[in-house]
Structures are given as C-alpha cells and as structure tokens.
C-alpha cells in the first residue's frame, strides 16, 4: 500500500479553523446530550473540508496555440509557472525520410524539453515515431528506457522491429528473456511492476518510461497494473503515453503531475490516417450490407436491410457462424469438428476474399471456436506455391528449437497444414513459438485469414485490410456482454 505525500501548504486560519472543529466534533459525538445536533455538526465539517480545497493549490492547464489538425495542452503543477517550449538548438537525436505530422511535432518538441507527454491519437495515426524518437534520445544521453505493452504478442513485435532500428535492445516476457541489461528494454508492464516491487537495480536507472496502449489501465482486470506501476517509479522518471483517443485525457494528465510533481503535456488529435468502412452480414442474408462508409455517413436504408433480414429469421442471428464441439486445450485441435448446415463462416470467408479484402481477421472471444472456424475453411487455399515454400522454411527455422518430442506435439503437426495454406490460428493456448511464427507469417502477408481472439487486437501493426467478429458479446468471467468501443474500433 503506498501512501503519497504532497508538499501543499495550507493557510494558518484553514488549518485553525478545521483542527478547532474536529476537536469540537470528537468531544461532541460521543456526547449523549450535545447540544449541536449531529447533523449540524456533520454539515459544518463538510463546508470546512470544502473551504480547506478551495484554498489547496491547484494544478494549472494551459493550452498551448498549435494548428487546426491537433490540440496541445500541459498540466503544470503548483507553484511552478508555464514555460513555454523551446526550439532544439542541437541536432535532432532522429530524423525519418518523410514529413512528420503536426501532432508527432509537438509530441517531440515535449521529449526534446525533457518533459512528459500523453499522445492521444487513432490507430495507425504513428505514434510509434513518438516512441522510436525517444528511445534514439535516450540511448544518445546514455539513459536507459523502458518500452512496455500490454501483452506478450506486442512485446514480441516490438522487439523485432526496434532491433531492426538500434542496436541495444532486450526483451522480457513471461516467456522469453532476451539481453536484460539493454539500455532499451521492451517488457509487458506486469514484468515492470514486479521489477519494481522486488527494488530491482535496472529500475532506478531508468530515465524514460514509455507506456504504449495506455487506453488499457481502464480495464475492468487489469487496470490496476498500469496504475501501480505509474505510483512506484521514480520522480525523476520522464514519460511518454501512447494512447487511443480518449476523453479525459487532461484529467489523467494532471493525475501524473499530482503524483511526480512535474509537468505533462496532452497532445491530441482526431484525425484518422486509415478510413474505416463498417459492414453487417446478417444471418440468413445474400451478402454484406454497408452501414457506415468511410467518411462516417450512416447508411440507413441499408441498415433497415440487413435489420429486416434479422427479424425475418431471428433463429439465425446466434447460428450464423454455427455452433462447435470438441473441448479442452489445443492440443486437441484435430478432433474438434464443427457442425454442418447452419454455419456461414466459409460463406463469408470467401465474400472476402471475392471482394479482394484480404488479409482478414476474424476475431472470436473463444480459443475453441477460433480452432473450429479455421477447420471449417481448412479445404479453401489462399496460398500460391511460392508461398507454400516460404512457409514451411519459416516454420521449419522457427521450430528447430523444440526437441523431436515436441515437434510431435499435436498442436505443432496441425496447424502446418493451415499455415501452408494461408490460414492461421492465434490463441493463448498455443505455445509461444506457434504464436510468434503466426505473427511473422501473417505480417509478412503468408497468412490470408487469421482466427484470433481480442488479444490479437491490442496493438499490434499488422496488415489486415478487414476485420471480422463473429459474436458482438463475449464472456467477460461473470456474465455476458455487449462488445466495448474500446474493442471494437482500436
């Protein structure tokens, strides 16, 4: 339990005033026949306590002028005054081959004046650059910083393409150890919150902290992570908040200078680089019905459609992928068979591939389901001969580690013949190299149709041109519910 101190100073008549009426309260309270009502009592101390915040200092927001395509903002905290940003007079510790954004400006101008940042921006918008240009910084002042993701599959992707990048990097996971003491370090944060817990050595030499999918500490499970990590680092420690958009993204800006005591910056833009086109495929229909086009207009007529559709045949809408049997793990993958007649998977799969919107992804929130759906589809092949090569040597390189029992394993033997046919399956259950080979594959356009469940979604930079669920509720560990706008659109 950590308990946080602050340096606020009250004036001497609040702090008389309060100290004199909860003296009074106490001798008051525990007397039968007082003569001040309890009430009373208790409504005084209430408009004292107020009048004792009003008089704490405050945290100030400014809100600095920048162009029309981002907002800039900084919480500075009490008794400091706003300084405004300076222009580097060295060299910048990155450059890149295009022109940068104007939110992507000022984000770096914030790392340039060694002060934090909240990044607030659409998926793919590249707030990734923000990232690249303040590890280059930290590794050209000799500091050591720190990359964390919400999950493994993240880190993992990270890891591969900021090696590509610089030259001193690791990766700590609960799978995988790679070069500890890297002065970049990619973890998932619960790994940071243990280092941080055990006091561990490479924590207080950290000068950057970069949290990436911040969205995240408002999870329902695991938000607490995020919160108690961001608690237990250092004062000194400068970070950078790789967010979606969010609303109150000026409230969790001034909760960091409430907790370190120093300023951070909100940038924020609306701006989606990648337009979003949102279909229905109703149950029972003849194809897919656009409902919102790329610039956001509603198709009301076609969502009348597709409604009528569903009502005409409501026995349909929770049958439209079909039900599956079989249980247990993955390694069972062989013998889960799906039931015929009433799943539509394949109808659809194949809808898109028609309408050359591959790569897809079909997210289902059961690791069962996501091994019966890709069985259901495991006749189509999406891959060319060439493809087929490229697969078995990638697959071969990556399970050359694994003992010959191993390679044995059913979950290994099954899903090869997916993968050379240009569908892939992305779980939990599997195991961390059929996973991290998936990824590979499907970045590297080898997979057409990926079956994965929400864990797939949390950031990763993936090519997938369309995006399927095949529920809009999932089980949450208590009950059923509707899928969250987080899930959906990030």
């Not at 004036?11 to 106490?26: G, I």
């Not at 990097?169 to 940071?192: F, H, K």
């Not at 243990?194 to 207080?204: A, D, H, I, N, Q």
């Not at 006749?379 to 029992?405: G, I, M, R």
Request: hydrophobic share 40%; proline share 5%; glycine share 4%.
């Amino acid at each position: 339990m950590c308990q946080l101190q602050t340096n606020y100073v009250i004036s001497p008549r609040a702090a008389a005033e309060l100290k004199e009426l909860l003296k009074r309260t106490s001798s008051d309270v525990n007397q039968k026949d007082s003569v001040v009502p309890r009430k009373k009592v208790k409504k005084t101390l209430r408009n004292a306590e107020l009048r004792l915040t009003e008089e704490l200092p405050q945290i100030k927001v400014h809100t600095i002028e920048t162009v029309d395509a981002c907002t800039h903002e900084v919480a500075i905290p009490p008794h400091e005054n706003y300084t405004p940003l300076e222009a580097p007079k060295h060299e910048p510790a990155k450059t890149y081959p295009f022109v940068l954004d104007p939110f992507q400006k000022e984000a770096i101008l914030c790392i340039d004046n060694n002060q934090s940042v909240l990044v607030s921006a659409h998926t793919s918008a590249g707030k990734t650059v923000v990232a690249e240009y303040s590890i280059a910084m930290c590794l050209a002042n000799k500091q050591r910083v720190i990359y964390t993701t919400p999950i493994k599959a993240l880190s993992n992707q990270k890891f591969r393409d900021f090696s590509e990048e610089f030259t001193d990097v690791g990766l700590m996971t609960g799978d995988v150890t790679i070069n500890p003491n890297a002065s970049c370090l990619i973890m998932t944060t619960e790994i940071l919150r243990s280092m941080l817990y055990r006091g561990s050595e490479v924590t207080r030499e950290v000068g950057w902290v970069i949290f990436d999918e911040i969205h995240y500490m408002r999870d329902k499970e695991r938000g607490y992570v995020w919160e108690e990590t961001i608690i237990l680092l250092s004062p000194t420690v400068h970070f950078v908040f790789l967010s979606a958009t969010i609303p109150n993204a000026s409230q969790f800006a001034q909760w960091i200078v409430y907790l370190h005591h120093q300023p951070c910056h909100v940038v924020y833009t609306d701006y989606r680089p990648t337009p979003l086109q949102h279909y229905i495929y109703p149950a029972g229909g003849e194809g897919m019905y656009l409902v919102v086009d790329e610039k956001g207009v509603f198709r009301e007529d076609n969502f009348n459609t597709a409604m009528s559709i569903l009502q005409s045949a409501p026995e349909q809408q929770n049958q439209a992928f079909g039900s599956v049997s079989g249980g247990g793990s993955s390694s069972s993958m062989q013998k889960k068979k799906p039931t015929s007649g009433n799943s539509e998977c394949l109808k659809l799969v194949k809808t898109v591939m028609e309408r050359n919107m591959a790569p897809v992804i079909i997210f289902s929130f059961s690791k069962k389901e996501c091994e019966a759906f890709a069985l259901q589809i495991s006749k189509l092949d999406f891959n060319l001969p060439q493809e087929k090569q490229l697969v078995d040597e990638v697959f071969t390189n990556a399970t050359a580690v694994l003992s010959d029992e191993d390679k044995q394993l059913p979950q290994v033997v099954s899903v090869l013949p997916l993968l050379r046919r240009g569908i892939g399956i992305h779980h939990g259950g599997l195991l961390p190299i059929i996973k991290e080979t998936v990824e590979i594959l499907f970045g590297e356009g080898l997979i057409k149709a990926l079956f994965a469940t929400e864990t797939f979604a949390m950031g990763l930079n993936m090519p997938a041109r369309t995006v399927l669920f095949t529920s809009t509720r999932k089980f949450d560990g208590q009950d059923f519910r509707w899928v969250s706008r987080l899930i959906f659109i990030y």
